[in-house]
């Protein structure tokens, strides 16, 4: 029978019994269309209804619920106090309401709210009960999940703002607690308000025409921003948006996550910074000068004028690590790096390459000379005196300058060929300005012949030793010479030292060229021996590779017993540098040396800031001042009261001091004044051949003679 027959059935049963009962028929209509399950039992809890919502719902048909209890759809899961409390309710003629857990006839379990009324009799007895069941499932199931979103928004770090984009204004209608952790900003005090206050006076950041793009658009967006806090303090914010749509189609909302990477954001910054700046003095490195180079190309090109760059570096920087430490290396070079930016314009740039090598980018000249004047600026600058770990230092560097267009096109050529004219004007010595020319590039290709000429030179012939001689101010005579390797290349000609001797390290080769140079010059000896001329002991350069050589020793006592030379005529000299990498090392080959009767010098001396007392355990006759600081002791008081300086502490540990680079009559009475014992230079001598260095010798010719004096003399 169709459930409203049915319906009609149990109605028309009870008619005239109760006045419910008409009642109950003039709705049988609307609980069979209900889309809510409706249960009728009697006073004993029977099932004598049950509408098509309620059948549909639990999978059970009326013929199977009628006669039976509720308990045939019930799970066993709904606490045994509900049912207690649902039945003493009802029993007592009052309605119930409540959630209860049943089951289908699937088994699956459902929430349902159920609304229950007892009926009673004109006598007040309970007749039946009507219940009311709404399936919550998924309801429950959405709310817990809206629930379980809003707990999450409120707990979440991420701050959450949601607008409304309806209003003309878009204001801000919610933002969760991390919001106001974030922001500084309660809640109280941001609703209503447009978002765009965060940005503060900052409204011309790029990332925010992304978000009014997103706007716009009706779309997702992203931007990063730069926002401030209620006290003012900035804060990056990864700023990530999203609209919510309503059921006409239209955007209502937008929510909007706030992640703070402000710490991201530095440390970000700080790699950035790492990876572009030198740690230890703060300045660009290559790779940013290099873009800084470029970009200054760029605009030259543009506006139509000049770029020039720079290299410089510090004149034996390595003595004052091994002198007084690597930390106050850093710590000078630190003051230079302070005192370079310090005389640089603001379209100007100074960096550190390495080392004690700084790259200088002058952004807008208009020619080279003014490159030259910078440079010059930059060397006086420097030639000041430091005040390092508690000591005065002075120091001085030489430069190579490039310009853009006439040296190259490119940042790369430019720092390539201000390097070669660094390097090209160490060949005068240190302290020295060099403007590139392209003669000083050789190509690939000439290199790699060069390198190749350069392994068989010494079999062909084709080294030859010159001799500087070198003056006695208090015995007026010669009283030895420094021997100087050339290289006469059948083709090019003459080759300096600059330029063969690093290719010789590079090579290898620089030991066996080194062992040519003992033997050339202990076979000079004894020619002049053989010749009968008065000798004097002649010097030889010791590179710092051959001095850490395990036959340097054995070179030595060979070449002297081979040549028959008397092992006081020889005389070696080493850098500070080579002696200090090692000192014990050193300290041990010097004393074999030493034993065998060969002097020792120590060449390139005069940074003028050294304690001379840890020269105390190396056996050394004599220290030779560097020609940087003889050659401006006429003009500037630093350099002189270097020279000053080291001459009298020398003397103070019993050792001779020899002045090269002596190119005028000024410096030579300076020398004389400050106890010089000798003197070198081309002043009396460019280095010649054997036969020029030995003769007849009046130091008054060179000290009252004024066109020597200009121009200079050599020696007959």
Same mark, same amino acid.
């Given at each position: !029978?169709?459930?409203?027959?049915?319906?009609?059935?149990?109605?028309?049963?009870? &008619?005239?019994?109760?006045?419910?009962?008409?009642?109950? =028929?003039?709705?049988?209509?609307?609980?069979?269309?209900?889309?809510?399950?409706?249960? /009728?039992?009697?006073?004993?809890?029977?099932?004598?209804?049950?509408?098509? &919502?309620?059948?549909?719902?639990?999978?059970?048909?009326?013929?199977?619920?009628?006669?039976?209890?509720?308990? $045939?759809?019930?799970?066993?899961?709904?606490?045994?106090?509900?049912?207690?409390?649902?039945?003493?309710?009802?029993?007592?003629?009052?309605?119930?309401?409540?959630?209860?857990?049943?089951?289908?006839?699937?088994?699956?379990?459902?929430?349902?709210?159920?609304?229950?009324?007892?009926?009673?009799?004109?006598?007040?007895?309970?007749?039946?009960?009507?219940?009311?069941?709404?399936?919550?499932?998924?309801?429950?199931?959405? !709310?817990? &999940?809206?629930?379980?979103?809003?707990?999450? /928004?409120?707990?979440?770090?991420?701050?959450?703002?949601?607008?409304?984009?309806?209003?003309?204004?878009?204001?801000?209608?919610?933002?969760?607690?991390?919001?106001?952790?974030?922001?500084?900003?309660?809640?109280?005090?941001?609703?209503?308000?447009?978002?765009?206050?965060?940005?503060?006076?900052?409204?011309?950041?790029?990332?925010?025409?992304?978000?009014?793009?997103?706007?716009?658009?009706?779309?997702?967006?992203?931007?990063?921003?730069?926002?401030?806090?209620?006290?003012?303090?900035?804060?990056? *914010?990864?700023?990530?948006?999203?609209?919510?749509?309503?059921?006409?189609?239209?955007?209502?909302?937008?929510?909007?996550?706030?992640?703070?990477?402000?710490?991201?954001?530095?440390?970000?910054?700080?790699?950035?910074?790492?990876?572009?700046?030198?740690?230890?003095?703060?300045?660009?490195?290559?790779?940013?000068?290099?873009?800084?180079?470029?970009?200054?190309?760029?605009?030259?090109?543009?506006?139509?004028?000049? $770029?020039? $760059? !720079?290299?410089?570096? /510090?004149?034996?920087?390595?003595?004052?690590?091994?002198?007084?430490?690597?930390?106050?290396?850093?710590?000078?070079?630190?003051?230079?790096?302070?005192?370079?930016?310090? +005389?640089?314009?603001?379209?100007?740039?100074?960096?550190?390459?390495?080392?004690?090598?700084?790259?200088?980018?002058?952004?807008?000249?208009?020619?080279?000379?003014?490159?030259?004047?910078?440079?010059?600026?930059?060397?006086?600058?420097?030639?000041?005196?430091?005040?390092?770990?508690?000591?005065?230092?002075?120091?001085?560097?030489?430069?190579?300058?490039?310009?853009?267009?006439?040296?190259?096109?490119?940042?790369?050529?430019?720092?390539?060929?201000?390097?070669?004219?660094?390097?090209?004007?160490?060949?005068?010595?240190?302290?020295?300005?060099?403007?590139?020319?392209?003669?000083?590039?050789?190509?690939?290709?000439?290199?790699?012949?060069?390198?190749?000429?350069?392994?068989?030179?010494?079999?062909?012939?084709?080294?030859?030793?010159?001799?500087?001689?070198?003056?006695?101010?208090?015995?007026?005579?010669? $009283?030895?010479?420094?021997?100087?390797? =050339?290289?006469? +290349?059948?083709?090019?000609?003459?080759?300096?030292?600059?330029?063969?001797?690093?290719?010789?390290?590079?090579?290898?080769?620089?030991? *066996?060229?080194?062992?040519?140079?003992?033997?050339? &010059?202990?076979?000079?000896?004894?020619?002049?021996?053989? %010749?009968?001329?008065?000798?004097?002991?002649?010097?030889?350069?010791?590179?710092?590779?051959?001095?850490?050589?395990?036959?340097?020793?054995?070179?030595?006592? =060979?070449?002297?017993?081979?040549?028959?030379?008397?092992?006081?005529?020889?005389?070696?000299?080493?850098?500070?540098?080579?002696?200090?990498?090692?000192?014990?090392?050193?300290?041990?080959?010097?004393?074999?040396?030493?034993?065998?009767?060969?002097?020792?010098?120590?060449?390139?001396?005069?940074?003028?800031?050294?304690?001379?007392?840890?020269?105390?355990?190396?056996?050394?006759?004599?220290?030779?001042?560097?020609?940087?600081?003889?050659?401006?002791?006429?003009?500037?008081?630093?350099? %002189?009261?270097?020279?000053?300086? /080291?001459?009298? !502490?020398?003397?103070?540990?019993?050792?001779?001091?020899?002045?090269?680079?002596?190119?005028?009559?000024?410096?030579?009475?300076?020398?004389?004044?400050?106890?010089?014992?000798?003197?070198?230079?081309?002043?009396?001598?460019?280095?010649?051949?054997?036969?020029?260095?030995?003769?007849?010798?009046?130091?008054?010719?060179?000290?009252?003679?004024?066109?020597?004096?200009?121009?200079?003399?050599?020696?007959?």
């Amino acid at each position: !029978m169709p459930p409203d027959n049915q319906f009609s059935d149990w109605t028309d049963r009870h &008619a005239g019994c109760d006045p419910m009962v008409d009642e109950l =028929r003039k709705l049988r209509v609307a609980a069979h269309i209900s889309p809510t399950a409706i249960l /009728i039992t009697d006073a004993e809890a029977r099932i004598e209804y049950a509408n098509p &919502a309620f059948t549909r719902t639990s999978g059970y048909s009326l013929e199977e619920l009628v006669g039976n209890t509720p308990a $045939v759809v019930q799970s066993g899961e709904t606490p045994v106090e509900t049912y207690r409390d649902l039945w003493q309710t009802i029993r007592a003629g009052k309605p119930w309401r409540g959630r209860l857990k049943n089951r289908t006839k699937s088994g699956e379990v459902r929430w349902e709210y159920q609304h229950i009324e007892p009926l009673t009799d004109a006598g007040g007895r309970i007749t039946h009960f009507i219940a009311v069941r709404e399936d919550i499932t998924e309801s429950r199931a959405r !709310m817990k &999940a809206l629930k379980l979103r809003e707990r999450a /928004i409120e707990a979440t770090a991420n701050a959450i703002m949601i607008t409304d984009v309806r209003a003309d204004d878009k204001p801000i209608v919610y933002v969760n607690p991390a919001f106001e952790r974030t922001t500084g900003y309660r809640a109280d005090e941001v609703l209503g308000r447009n978002g765009r206050f965060l940005a503060g006076d900052n409204l011309a950041q790029p990332g925010l025409e992304e978000i009014r793009a997103a706007l716009r658009g009706r779309r997702e967006g992203y931007a990063v921003l730069r926002n401030y806090r209620k006290d003012g303090t900035p804060f990056w *914010n990864e700023l990530y948006l999203a609209p919510v749509w309503g059921e006409d189609g239209e955007v209502e909302y937008y929510v909007s996550v706030i992640n703070d990477i402000s710490e991201r954001k530095r440390q970000e910054d700080q790699l950035e910074y790492q990876a572009s700046h030198d740690a230890l003095t703060g300045l660009p490195n290559r790779h940013l000068l290099r873009d800084r180079a470029e970009q200054a190309i760029q605009y030259a090109r543009r506006d139509g004028h000049s $770029v020039a $760059v !720079m290299t410089l570096d /510090i004149d034996r920087f390595n003595f004052v690590n091994e002198s007084l430490g690597h930390a106050a290396g850093d710590e000078l070079l630190r003051a230079v790096a302070e005192r370079l930016h310090n +005389h640089l314009g603001a379209l100007d740039t100074v960096g550190r390459v390495s080392g004690d090598e700084f790259l200088v980018i002058l952004g807008a000249i208009n020619e080279a000379d003014e490159a030259l004047d910078v440079a010059s600026s930059l060397r006086r600058a420097l030639s000041r005196q430091f005040h390092i770990v508690g000591q005065n230092i002075f120091v001085s560097a030489g430069i190579g300058v490039a310009t853009y267009p006439l040296d190259g096109e490119d940042a790369d050529t430019l720092i390539r060929h201000s390097g070669i004219a660094l390097h090209r004007g160490k060949e005068e010595g240190g302290g020295t300005l060099q403007l590139y020319n392209p003669s000083m590039s050789p190509g690939p290709a000439d290199r790699l012949e060069l390198e190749t000429d350069l392994q068989y030179a010494a079999s062909r012939g084709e080294f030859q030793l010159l001799f500087q001689p070198q003056l006695s101010l208090r015995e007026r005579r010669v $009283v030895g010479a420094e021997a100087l390797l =050339r290289w006469h +290349h059948p083709r090019r000609g003459l080759i300096s030292p600059i330029q063969f001797i690093p290719l010789a390290e590079d090579l290898g080769l620089i030991v *066996n060229i080194g062992q040519w140079v003992i033997d050339a &010059a202990c076979a000079q000896l004894r020619a002049w021996r053989e %010749a009968g001329v008065a000798a004097v002991p002649v010097a030889v350069n010791i590179s710092g590779r051959q001095f850490r050589h395990h036959d340097l020793t054995w070179t030595v006592s =060979r070449a002297l017993e081979h040549y028959q030379v008397p092992p006081e005529m020889l005389e070696l000299e080493l850098t500070e540098t080579t002696v200090a990498q090692n000192p014990e090392m050193a300290a041990a080959t010097l004393r074999e040396l030493k034993a065998m009767g060969v002097r020792i010098s120590l060449d390139d001396f005069g940074t003028g800031y050294s304690s001379l007392s840890h020269l105390k355990r190396f056996p050394i006759d004599r220290l030779k001042i560097d020609k940087a600081f003889v050659r401006q002791i006429s003009q500037d008081a630093d350099d %002189a009261a270097i020279v000053r300086t /080291i001459v009298g !502490m020398a003397h103070g540990l019993g050792l001779d001091v020899v002045a090269e680079g002596v190119e005028g009559a000024e410096q030579v009475e300076y020398l004389r004044d400050c106890g010089c014992d000798i003197l070198q230079g081309f002043y009396f001598s460019r280095p010649g051949v054997a036969e020029c260095v030995l003769g007849p010798f009046n130091l008054e010719e060179f000290t009252q003679d004024e066109d020597a004096a200009s121009g200079g003399a050599t020696v007959p």
